[in-house]
């Protein structure tokens, strides 16, 4: 069965103190892994999306990686509006097409 | 464009009561997803259509919950009768490629 686990549930932070979020997955075959942000009371947004193990991609103070088994999403240097919970999604090969797996989520507290 | 819209925004029913909630997707998207987010289960995926097309209902929990897309601009949820533990926040998503776009959801609480 796919799994999808996100590590911490929940981090604080002082403003400028950089850290790792982690997602872990399990699935027969990634056709991809997605990066959410979400704000209380709102949809969540989309952030990237990682295809192959040793993909990058940075927006602003975020940068995510991916490997075989899990994927990172830096946060270097974060600011208050960086507070949110984070999600993480994988895309199996072996499921129904456009089948999304959510974790749980990290939730990210920055304070001044 | 306005992004996904969903309406009602908030829904306080009764048990037993009939709910629907609507989705207009992002002009141009060909797919569109129904998700159910609580504390315990988080995001949960109940539906997706294509093309208008109802692909994946595996996840539609019961007879209970139905879901409609007659047209690429407007999809329905319908939960009938409602329970206490249907109460949660639904998403719809829209998407053309793998990123899927959501809308800000309906709280809906079932008393």
């Known amino acids: 069965e796919d799994q999808v686990t996100q590590s911490p549930e929940a981090l604080r932070l002082q403003e400028g103190e950089s850290s790792s979020l982690n997602c872990s997955y399990t699935?027969?075959?990634?056709?991809?892994l997605f990066w959410y942000r979400q704000d209380p009371g709102k949809g969540p947004e989309f952030l990237f999306t990682?295809?192959?193990a040793g993909e990058e991609k940075e927006k602003e103070r975020l940068k995510a990686t991916l490997t075989k088994k899990e994927s990172f999403l830096h946060i270097t240097a974060p600011k208050p509006e960086d507070s949110a919970t984070y999600l993480c999604?994988?895309?199996?090969?072996?499921?129904?097409?456009?089948?999304?797996?959510f974790g749980k989520g990290t939730k990210l507290s920055v304070k001044p | 464009d306005a992004g996904v819209i969903q309406s009602p925004r908030h829904e306080v029913t009764e048990m037993g009561q009939e709910v629907t909630l609507r989705c207009k997707p992002i002009?141009?998207?060909?797919?569109l997803f129904w998700y159910r987010q609580t504390m315990m289960r988080g995001l949960e995926l109940l539906i997706y259509?294509?093309?208008?097309?109802?692909?994946?209902d595996s996840g539609m929990p019961e007879d209970r919950f139905s879901a409609k897309m007659p047209n690429a601009s407007f999809s329905t949820l319908k939960i009938q009768p409602s329970e206490p533990r249907d109460s949660a926040v639904y998403f719809c998503?829209?998407?053309?490629?793998?990123?899927?776009?959501f809308g800000p959801g309906t709280r809906l609480t079932v008393t």
């Open positions: 998503a829209s998407s053309y490629r793998a990123e899927q776009y």
């Open positions: 699935v027969s075959g990634l056709r991809g």
């Open positions: 002009s141009g998207h060909n797919s």
């Open positions: 999604a994988v895309q199996d090969y072996g499921g129904s097409q456009g089948n999304l797996i």
């Open positions: 990682l295809y192959s």
């Open positions: 259509f294509n093309n208008n097309v109802p692909i994946d």
